[in-house]
Nanobody, 126 residues
Framework: QVQLVESGGGAVQAGGSLRLSCAAS????????MGWFRQAPGKERDFVAA????????YTADSVKGRFTISRDNAKNTVYLQMNSLKPEDTAVYYC???????????????????WGQGTQVTVSS
């Protein structure tokens, strides 16, 4: 079965950096667009970034543009989220997700993703 396992979260001070990883198994990773989302306490799950199946296209939320970078290594079945210049408002549980369909374009809609990881906590202090 499909499994997505996030890692790399933690506690950092404002201005710091973290690199999240999401290791995928049970699927042909290289044909699926992958996304990162986040959810802060009491808020809805929000889109962060997505990357197309071949890495040729990315889409990043305005709130993190210029600070966060999504990438993938299809040989390692892993998608990454490099987070720089972190702010307290970036504090959330971060989730990776697999798109519903093969060879799809990038999407910001949570409904376009069918499998989700368990999440990793990122806490940014001021």
């Amino acid at each position: 079965q499909v499994q997505l396992v996030e890692s790399g979260g933690g506690a950092v001070q404002a201005g710091g950096s973290l690199r999240l990883s999401c290791a995928a198994s049970g699927l042909t990773f290289s044909v699926y667009t992958m996304g990162w989302f986040r959810q802060a306490p009491g808020k809805e799950r929000d889109f962060v970034a997505a990357i197309s199946w071949n890495g040729g296209s990315t889409y990043t939320a305005d709130s993190v543009k210029g600070r966060f970078t999504i990438s993938r290594d299809n040989a390692k079945n892993t998608v990454y989220l490099q987070m720089n210049s972190l702010k307290p408002e970036d504090t959330a549980v971060y989730y990776c997700a697999k798109h519903n369909y093969r060879y799809s374009s990038v999407s910001f809609r949570t409904g376009d993703y069918d499998y989700w990881g368990q999440g990793t906590q990122v806490t940014v202090s001021s």
